[in-house]
Each structure stands twice: as C-alpha cells, then as structure tokens.
C-alpha cells in the first residue's frame, strides 16, 4: 500500500486527494514560509494556538477602530456604545433616507443607459444598496464627512426614484446650458414679436427723434431721469435671469456703483476695460446687461468666448479674466456679430445722410451712373466714394483729424460721458491716423520677417557645389 506524505509538515496522508486539500490548507503555506526562512515546521496544534493568539490580539484593534458610524459622522468612545447606536431610531431613519437616495440615483443612471425603472429587480437594488451603505468601521471620519453632507444634503423618497433624466432640475443642469436655453428662448420671442409687428404695421408708425440740442446735453438730471426710465422698462418687461449681473455691479469683481457711468469708469479704471468702437455704441446699457448675463449666468469668460474651460460659479469667471488679463471683448472676424444689436455703423458708410432711413430707401438700379464734380474736380462712384484729381494731391494729403458724428440711439448721454472718460486716459480711437500708423507697423514688420527668413534660407544652403564620390560604383 503506497503511502502518502508531506515532506514540508512531516506528516503522513491517507490518500492523494488528502495530500492535494492539504497542499491548500493554510498550515502547509505557513510551514513553506517557515522552510524558506530556514526554520523547522510546526505542528496542527502549534499553528492553531497561533492563529487564536492573532486573533486575540487583532479583536482590540478592530473594536477601536469601529467606534465611528459613517452614515450618522459621530464617533463613539467604546464599541459597545457604537453597537446601541446602531440600533437606534435615528440611525435606522438615516440609513433609510441613504438607501432611497441610492437607489434614485441608480434609477436615473438606468434610465440613461435606456433601462426602465420596471426592467430592474427593485429588491435586489435595495439589498445591495443596503449592504454598500451599511455603518462600516472608518478610520477616517475627515474623509467620510464630506460624502456625507453631499448625500444628506437634499434627501429624497423612494417615490422619487423613478425621476429621469429628463425631468432634472434646472439647477442640476449646467450653468452654461441654462445660459443658451435661456438665450435661445429670448430669440425665438424676439422673432415672434417681430413677425407680428410686421403683420400689423401698416407703414403709418414715426419714430420719434431727438434733437441735436438735447443729444449734446449731459446734465446729471436728464441721465437720471433716462435711467429711471430704464428701470420702469425693465420692470414692465420681466425680472432678469437669476444670476445675471446688475448693470451697476462690475464684470470682473464684486464691487457695486451707484449709476451705470460710474460702474463703466470703474471697469476702465481698474481693469483696463474699454468698450470696442464706442463712438458708434448706440444702446449701452443693453450691451452691459447683456455681458452681466454672459458672465454670470452662461459662466462665460469674454475674451476666451466658448474656447476656454468650463466655469461652475461666477467667483470662477471673474477671478480667470483678472489672473490672466483677459477683461476685455473678442470681437476679432465673426465674433463681432454677437454684438452687433448694440452698435449702428450707418454713420461711416460714405453715402449716408443724416436722418435717412435704411429701411425706407428704394432699391437702387443695378448700373448706377458716374457722377462729375466740375468745380473740386471729383469723380463720384457708384459705392459713393470720391476720387480726387491728381493736380490736388497736396489737400488730399493733409489731416485735419476726424468730424465724424456719433450716432446713437439709446443712452446718448451715457455714451457720451464714456467717450470723455476714454480720451482723458489717452484713447485716440480704432480709426484715423493711429490705424493708419499701425498698418504701417505691421507692413515693416512683415517685411523684416520676409527679409530674415530669405538670408536664413540664403545662408543655410551648402557652399560646396561639386561632391567627390566616395564609393567608386
């Protein structure tokens, strides 16, 4: 009868299954260890008392260590005070109220994925849930505390837990979205009330205009009484979004002016923030409301304009544009479009006539004829530009700075306190001799850079023309 050993525990098996459950048993492994290390294997016996004597030693350490309940954050000063707390009303309530929030969330994540609320077992969810979220021992309230606020914070039913993702609160939506959502439904409105206005006009309607007496008017009480008048227009037409901010808080910091003006100076003053082509700003206030929306309601910064980070809080918006200089507009090739319901160009157009109305003129022929000036010599062309005699080149050359009119709508004497503002801190304008002086920048620079790049590449090339073979082939 052949018999059956272990070499390693020096003990004698009945059979090979024996020896095969032996070689799994956790008496074999400590005994391979201990041959390893060069020392003699112990008995059954031996390693048995030494595992009840771990064990006895490691019991004290578990029960320490359990003395914190995660699901209440409240820490005991013996296990068996943590043992009655478990059995307590208050514990079981919340242990109930994280179970139901649990479970709402996983009935949402299903949703996503497709799942309906019927397709899942509710009562192995449940259970699972309750063994996940069960008191466990923690070391680390520190660490559990926060999770804990956040999942207490709004507890829900079970009732609740069949709520979708398509019926999520709007506060649970990002910032942004709500900013475009928001946005998109303005347009649609505007466009509606526009096209009913156009069905009911009649062509009988005349807008009043003011004179050029009172546009040049910049008393304190006629702005205050404009800007009264906002504030009723305001109220008539409904609360601003929640988040927008005021048109008297600043942009780019929590600081607060008392008048429209003042909030536009500060914002120059301190952050270096000027209003692009403010000589044909028509509607002022719109375009600060509207940034106010931008920044505090889509979460967006105004020179990074949707190519940036995303931003959860208007804090974060305003302290990105002030670390990295970034408190002012984009308005560089299509971005301007955005803002084109504030501004009226029609006075730089060379064939505009003051109280002329775009809208009213009749359409032009398709081949408008020359026109011929004989006393300044000047050849009108169709787009309205005038071509001078060469004879007169000298006047033509001379620069007598700019007449062009400020043409605004709405706001003008604000307007008109911002435009004094900007040329007392040394702003000349985007146009005239300036622009010109920058073009002529630019054209030298581009020349240098051509100029470098031909004597690089000139002087790159080898200057030995001929190659001795190496290898005769």
Same mark, same amino acid.
């Given at each position: 009868?052949?018999?059956?050993?272990?070499?390693?525990?020096?003990?004698?098996?009945?059979?090979?299954? $024996?020896?095969?459950?032996?070689?799994?048993?956790?008496? /074999?492994?400590?005994?391979?260890?201990?041959?390893?290390? %060069?020392?003699?294997?112990?008995?059954?016996?031996?390693?048995?008392?030494?595992?009840?004597?771990?064990?006895?030693?490691?019991?004290?350490?578990?029960?320490?260590?359990?003395?914190?309940?995660?699901?209440?954050?409240?820490?005991?000063?013996?296990?068996?005070?943590?043992?009655?707390?478990?059995?307590?009303?208050?514990?079981?309530?919340?242990?109930?109220?994280?179970?139901?929030?649990?479970?709402?969330?996983?009935?949402?994540? +299903?949703?996503?994925? %497709?799942?309906?609320?019927? =397709?899942?077992?509710?009562?192995?969810?449940?259970? $699972?849930?309750?063994?996940?979220?069960?008191?466990?021992?923690?070391?680390?309230?520190?660490?559990? #505390?926060?999770?804990?606020?956040?999942?207490?914070?709004?507890?829900?039913?079970?009732?609740?837990?069949?709520?979708?993702? /398509?019926?999520?609160?709007?506060?649970?939506?990002?910032?942004?979205?709500?900013?475009?959502?928001?946005?998109?439904?303005?347009?649609?409105?505007?466009?509606?009330?526009?096209?009913?206005?156009? !069905?009911?006009?009649? %062509?009988?309607?005349?807008?009043?205009?003011?004179?050029?007496?009172?546009?040049?008017?910049?008393? =304190?009480?006629?702005?205050?009484?404009?800007?009264?008048?906002?504030?009723?227009? !305001?109220?008539?037409?409904?609360?601003?979004?929640?988040?927008?901010?005021?048109?008297?808080?600043?942009?780019?910091?929590? /600081? /607060?002016?008392?008048?429209?003006?003042? +909030?536009?100076?500060?914002?120059?003053?301190?952050?270096?923030?000027?209003?692009?082509?403010?000589?044909?700003?028509?509607?002022?206030?719109?375009?600060?409301?509207?940034?106010?929306?931008?920044?505090?309601?889509?979460?967006?910064?105004?020179?990074? +304009?949707?190519?940036?980070?995303?931003?959860?809080?208007?804090?974060?918006?305003?302290?990105?544009?002030?670390?990295?200089?970034?408190?002012?507009?984009?308005?560089?090739?299509?971005?301007?479009?955005?803002?084109?319901?504030?501004?009226?160009?029609?006075?730089?157009?060379?064939?505009?006539?003051?109280?002329?109305?775009?809208?009213?003129?009749?359409?032009?022929?398709?081949?408008?004829?020359?026109?011929?000036?004989?006393?300044?010599?000047?050849?009108?062309?169709?787009? =309205? #530009?005038?071509?001078?005699?060469?004879?007169?080149?000298?006047?033509?050359?001379?620069?007598?700075?700019?007449?062009?009119?400020?043409?605004?709508?709405? +706001?003008?004497?604000?307007?008109?306190?911002?435009?004094?503002?900007?040329?007392?801190?040394?702003?000349?304008?985007?146009?005239?001799? $300036?622009?010109?002086?920058?073009?002529?920048?630019?054209?030298?620079?581009?020349?240098?850079?051509?100029?470098?790049?031909?004597? =690089?590449?000139?002087?790159?090339?080898?200057?030995?023309?001929?190659?001795?073979?190496?290898?005769?082939?």
């Amino acid at each position: 009868m052949a018999t059956y050993t272990c070499n390693t525990c020096r003990v004698v098996l009945v059979d090979a299954e $024996a020896q095969r459950a032996h070689y799994k048993t956790d008496w /074999h492994r400590y005994n391979l260890r201990r041959k390893v290390a %060069g020392m003699a294997p112990v008995s059954a016996e031996g390693f048995q008392e030494r595992v009840r004597a771990q064990r006895a030693l490691a019991e004290p350490e578990s029960k320490g260590a359990a003395t914190y309940c995660t699901v209440c954050s409240k820490k005991f000063a013996s296990f068996k005070a943590y043992e009655n707390h478990l059995k307590s009303r208050r514990h079981v309530e919340l242990e109930k109220r994280a179970v139901s929030r649990k479970v709402a969330i996983l009935n949402e994540k +299903n949703l996503e994925k %497709g799942l309906g609320v019927d =397709g899942v077992d509710k009562d192995a969810v449940n259970a $699972a849930i309750q063994q996940v979220i069960k008191a466990q021992p923690s070391t680390s309230p520190k660490k559990a #505390a926060p999770a804990l606020e956040a999942e207490f914070r709004s507890p829900v039913s079970v009732a609740a837990g069949g709520r979708g993702a /398509h019926q999520r609160d709007p506060a649970e939506k990002p910032p942004r979205l709500q900013w475009f959502e928001r946005q998109a439904r303005k347009l649609a409105k505007q466009q509606g009330e526009e096209e009913s206005e156009e !069905e009911l006009d009649d %062509g009988d309607d005349w807008e009043d205009i003011d004179s050029d007496e009172e546009v040049e008017c910049e008393d =304190g009480e006629a702005l205050d009484q404009e800007e009264e008048q906002d504030a009723e227009e !305001e109220e008539a037409g409904g609360s601003p979004p929640l988040g927008a901010i005021p048109i008297t808080d600043c942009l780019f910091c929590p /600081h /607060h002016s008392s008048s429209l003006v003042k +909030n536009v100076a500060h914002m120059t003053k301190v952050h270096s923030f000027f209003l692009p082509d403010v000589e044909y700003l028509s509607d002022l206030k719109g375009l600060i409301k509207y940034l106010g929306e931008k920044v505090g309601v889509g979460k967006i910064c105004l020179w990074c +304009n949707e190519k940036g980070k995303s931003f959860y809080s208007t804090e974060a918006v305003q302290a990105h544009m002030h670390d990295r200089s970034h408190c002012k507009l984009f308005t560089d090739g299509d971005a301007l479009l955005e803002f084109a319901d504030f501004y009226d160009f029609r006075s730089s157009y060379p064939d505009h006539k003051e109280g002329e109305d775009p809208d009213e003129t009749e359409a032009l022929p398709s081949e408008k004829p020359l026109g011929y000036d004989d006393d300044t010599m000047e050849l009108i062309l169709p787009s =309205g #530009a005038r071509v001078g005699h060469r004879s007169l080149m000298r006047y033509y050359k001379q620069r007598f700075g700019l007449s062009r009119a400020v043409a605004v709508a709405r +706001n003008q004497k604000a307007v008109g306190r911002v435009l004094q503002q900007y040329r007392a801190l040394g702003w000349t304008g985007s146009t005239g001799a $300036a622009l010109v002086r920058q073009r002529d920048m630019q054209y030298v620079q581009r020349m240098k850079s051509k100029w470098l790049l031909k004597m =690089g590449v000139k002087n790159n090339a080898t200057k030995q023309m001929h190659f001795r073979p190496q290898v005769m082939f």
